[in-house]
């Protein structure tokens, strides 16, 4: 069986048009990808802000902490020079 030209452009075309779907298919996965990338990488910038937050926090009390043992140390030095 011969095929005709017609018969050629009609399986060229399927053929491209295939591809286009793949392509679409790809473009639409990389999407996706890109905004589960985005999500994370928002969600991560969140927790590091959180872990920051903490962190300051931390810092703030023990340097009241300090404060206060500074404090009751010069008490006791006044105590002991009296």
Known sequence: MILDQKDLE???????????????????????????????????YSRLSDIEDRIEASRQDISDEIGLVREEIRDLARTDTR
């Open 10 to 44: 009609l399986i060229e075309r399927l053929i491209y048009k295939n591809g286009d779907d793949v392509a679409i298919s790809i473009t639409r996965s990389f999407e996706r990808l890109e905004e589960r990338v985005d999500a994370m990488e928002s969600r991560i």
